[in-house]
């Protein structure tokens, strides 16, 4: 009903970064807001003025200062800073110190380490140099196959150094949704491990490793930190530098100055079709949406300890570097966050003095569901926030931390994506919290919920664009000739304005709910894979002829994903074969993109192009109507929809009344 479930005190409103920038603007430019929303209406309507505030108030070290802000607004297209050049490393380095680490970490066996800023900058300074010897120059792409653990941050961090660029994948994905990204690229150097532990197991990677090198070509150098043994052997690996070798020693850290729009990453956000989309993002933009959105929006500064629940191939990773940023130590977990129960992460909160914990909005469901009472466990006396994003947190998830965590805790439920590695939504420490409600708007994000023919809307449910640009928004995607996919992407429903795939509601309060993926892109626990990456795996079999997944998500409940296969005739569904597709689906993508169910079709549903109707099926299965959601003029095979009518008219009978 938009009562609220937490006020800001006067002291927590008093200490929040966002009133000390406030504050800033008011003395220093004599620029005064009467609200939050006056402030964000600002910000967006003066993207020359808030960003290049943003930029001086955080004093972001550059090599050459800015001359202009934004110098072309077009969306795609936009150049912001020209003439800058900079380096991300600097802003990490400019906050060493002796007085706390820079990193905290902990696996599952319960081994913990901390890396002090002086041992950060050895060991990026170190690999730097022999990144250096290897051949890898600015421009060059440096792939990691690596865990969350302390030695990534230091691969990234070096990697960045030097003007290359960086991308990663978790050593639980499996061979083709690795070579689908890294191919794309054609990297020159990985860095690896030798495998990685999970839930309790250890899984070994060295033939997957040999698969891998033997299918990217490019790559020249091997870096391999053994993770499962005390010491791997090279042998066989081509090439091959171990992770203490290339870390030996101490080389000066020299930082490469690169150009505000110099790639620094590339990162993956898969669609409905095709490869999974390489997304390249710029330095200096992620360095200024990061600072503007780990100050402003997660108040975070270096008295603080972030820890924000990630695998390394999640942008959430990247999002949890952005402590370093500011400051903040960065805690890091390496593991299954339900091994061996659900009061592990808690544990590691509570021992580490975490202030900010984040993580997937499934954790918090599932710590719900598990009974978990994170106080009898861990000493949460420190914790002074808790986030949620990955997908939409119900308000029964809100409650339960408000009841099991404690009643004067921040919830800052945030919504964001890959694409742009940053927030549209979120919250900030000086507004009220509504029960599954996001409390605003980002700053520098004009964000707008709207209709088919891109009317705004309030407090209806519309498509969530972005009518205006951001620093961080992708420069394009690897090898993407005349920006075609990129287009296709986020512009082909509104040309000029960022369509983002969520369905969003904006409340009177200026709130903010989202209501689920608006394609037909799989997102389970935060992980977006393409369904194109499913259909490879499931469709090499020689029993499968066609298959079909969409992934249903419900506000206040789990995600379901069913998976409908056609069978080569003469086959049928047997217990084997469903356990050998899901056993397959779990190698090649990960345990997480697993179906909930499997069902025998006789067609799948496609348009007359040929192109599977994923999306209709989505919206029949939640409840559509059919005459609402597919034209069966435009269909190959429009008699292939009757058996979903039925069948979602089955379940509907069989779910439970909510």
């Known amino acids: 009903m938009g009562i609220p479930a937490w006020q800001p005190s006067a002291a927590t409103i008093s200490a929040a970064k966002i009133t000390a920038f406030t504050t800033w603007l008011a003395v220093e430019r004599g620029r005064q807001f009467a609200d939050y929303e006056a402030l964000w209406r600002w910000s967006v309507d003066d993207l020359d003025g808030f960003w290049g505030e943003v930029w001086d108030y955080f004093q972001i070290p550059a090599a050459a200062s800015r001359t202009a802000v934004l110098a072309d607004a077009r969306m795609p297209g936009a150049q912001w800073f020209p003439g800058v050049t900079l380096n991300y490393v600097d802003q990490v380095f400019r906050h060493a110190t002796n007085e706390r680490p820079a990193v905290v970490s902990r696996n599952e066996a319960g081994d913990d380490r ?210 370093l940023l500011l400051g903040s130590t960065i805690c890091i977990y390496d593991g299954n966050p339900g091994w061996p129960d659900w009061n592990a992460l808690w544990r590691f909160v509570g021992e580490t003095r975490v202030t900010f914990f984040g993580a997937g909005a499934a954790f918090f469901l599932s710590c719900l569901k598990a009974q978990v009472e994170p106080n009898d466990v861990a000493d949460l006396s420190a914790l002074r926030a808790v986030g949620s994003t990955g997908s939409p947190l119900p308000p029964e998830g809100y409650q339960w931390i408000y009841e099991h965590v404690r009643q004067d805790i921040w919830l800052n439920a945030i919504s964001g994506g890959t694409d742009f590695a940053g927030c549209f939504v979120g919250g900030v420490p000086t507004l009220p919290v509504v029960l599954g409600e996001m409390q605003c708007r980002c700053l520098g994000a004009r964000v707008e919920a709207w209709d088919e023919a891109g009317k705004s809307l309030i407090d209806e449910v519309g498509e969530l664009v972005c009518s205006a640009p951001m620093p961080s928004m992708p420069l394009k995607f690897w090898n993407d000739p005349g920006d075609v996919r990129y287009l296709e992407s986020y512009f082909d429903m509104y040309p000029g304005i960022w369509r983002h795939g969520d369905w969003l509601r904006i409340t009177p309060r200026s709130g903010a709910i989202i209501y689920g993926r608006s394609d037909a892109t799989i997102n389970r626990h935060g992980i977006r894979m393409g369904t194109s990456e499913l259909y490879r795996a499931v469709e090499e079999l020689p029993e499968i002829l066609d298959s079909l997944v969409v992934d249903l998500e419900f506000l206040g409940r789990e995600s379901w994903m069913p998976l409908f296969v056609v069978l080569r005739p003469g086959h049928d569904l047997t217990p084997p074969l469903e356990a050998m597709l899901r056993e397959r689906i779990k190698l090649a993508l990960s345990a997480r993109h697993v179906p909930n169910e499997i069902f025998h079709v006789a067609e799948i549903p496609r348009t007359l192009s040929g192109k599977k109707m994923e999306l209709p099926v989505k919206k029949l299965l939640l409840g559509h109507a059919l005459d609402k959601i597919a034209n069966p003029d435009a269909m190959a095979n429009p008699g292939s929809l009757q058996w979903f009518v039925d069948f979602a008219a089955r379940r509907a009978e069989a779910e439970p009344a909510t």
């Open 114 to 323: 901390e890396l002090s800023w002086d041992e950060l900058e050895r060991q990026v300074g170190a690999l730097a140099a022999s990144l250096r010897a290897m051949g890898v120059s600015r421009g060059d792409r440096v792939v990691a196959y690596l865990p969350n653990i302390p030695e990534t941050v230091v691969a990234f961090l070096a990697v960045a150094s030097l003007g290359a660029i960086w991308s990663a994948c978790s050593p639980d994905m499996g061979r083709i949704a690795v070579l689908d990204r890294f191919r794309q690229i054609a990297p020159k150097v990985m860095i690896a491990v030798d495998g990685y532990r999970y839930g309790g197991k250890a899984y070994d990677r060295r033939e997957l490793l040999h698969d891998l090198l033997a299918e990217l070509p490019s790559i020249d150098h091997l870096v391999l930190l053994p993770c499962l043994a005390q010491e791997v052997a090279a042998t066989g690996f081509a090439n091959c530098t171990s992770w203490a070798a290339a870390t030996a020693g101490k080389a000066p850290l020299q930082v490469e100055q690169v150009p505000f729009d110099h790639p620094l990453w590339v990162v993956y956000s898969s669609g409905t079709t095709g490869l999974p989309k390489p997304i390249v993002h710029s330095q200096g933009g992620i360095v200024i949406e990061h600072v503007k959105m780990g100050a402003l929006h997660l108040d975070l500064g270096p008295e603080d300890r972030f820890h924000w629940y990630s695998s390394s191939g999640w942008i959430m990773w990247n999002c949890q570097l952005s402590g």
